[in-house]
């Protein structure tokens, strides 16, 4: 089956170093990846998408790799700031063919100390 | 806009009982979907809707239905509710055209069945 794996365990960093989340998929080549940030209690928030064919996308201190050979994507929030702690959602999207399918990865908290 | 908004946002029901989620978007999106958030599990797709009067199945609707009489509402039945239903809902929106751009999450709901 189609998966998309993120790192459960939480990923702690100290305030103004750069954070990496990794998301792995397996089993098909996904057209699109996108990542979305999620609060407590909250709805997940839209933050970036990558095309398969893009090899980076910046969106200012966010920053989404795409590597089509690993089968991952990268996200990096540089200059990271306690407010920055939250989970984050990797997602694939179908690409052609619009059925209304998102697949989520289980997300990675990440808790940035001042 | 008001975006996605579900309600209610907190419900308890006990076994056997049935209850509606409700989802309305105000931003005439085509696609509309509903998931449900386990700890430790990414969203899970329920069912799904890519235009008024057109539903289908997601990758966990055992107990649910769904329907899609207007483009801004889009319903969610749970027909007789068990524990294993206690879970985060979440409604999301997607504007037409194409799949692969931002979707747009309600605040959620959280169901517990006793």
């Known amino acids: 089956s189609q998966k998309i794996e993120q790192n459960s365990e939480a990923l702690n960093i100290q305030e103004g170093k750069t954070a990496t989340l990794t998301c792995n998929y397996t089993?098909?080549?996904?057209?699109?990846l996108q990542w979305y940030r999620q609060d407590p209690g909250r709805g997940p928030v839209f933050l970036l998408l990558i095309r398969e064919n893009e090899k980076e996308k910046r969106k200012e201190r966010l920053k989404v790799t795409f590597d089509t050979t690993l089968k991952q994507s990268l996200f990096h929030i540089t200059a990271s700031q306690p407010a920055d702690s939250a989970t984050y959602l990797c997602?694939?999207?179908?690409?052609?063919?619009?059925?209304?399918?998102?697949?989520f990865g289980q997300g990675t908290t990440l808790q940035v100390k001042p | 806009n008001a975006g996605v908004t579900q309600t209610p946002k907190f419900q308890v029901l006990k076994t056997g009982q049935s209850m509606t989620l409700q989802c309305a978007q105000d931003m005439n999106h085509e696609y509309m979907s509903w998931y449900r958030q386990d700890p430790g599990m990414g969203l899970r797709l329920i069912h799904y809707?890519?235009?008024?009067?057109?539903?289908d199945q997601g990758e966990v609707p055992n107990g649910y239905n769904v329907s899609r009489s207007t483009t801004e509402d889009f319903p969610l039945r749970l027909l007789s509710a068990a524990p294993s239903q206690t879970s985060v809902y979440f409604c999301a929106s997607i504007p037409g055209g194409s799949m692969n751009t931002e979707a747009f999450f309600g605040q959620g709901t959280r169901l517990t069945v006793v």
């Open positions: 089993n098909y080549s996904p057209a699109y």
């Open positions: 997602v694939r999207t179908p690409g052609s063919g619009n059925t209304g399918k998102l697949i």
């Open positions: 809707s890519v235009g008024a009067g057109i539903t």
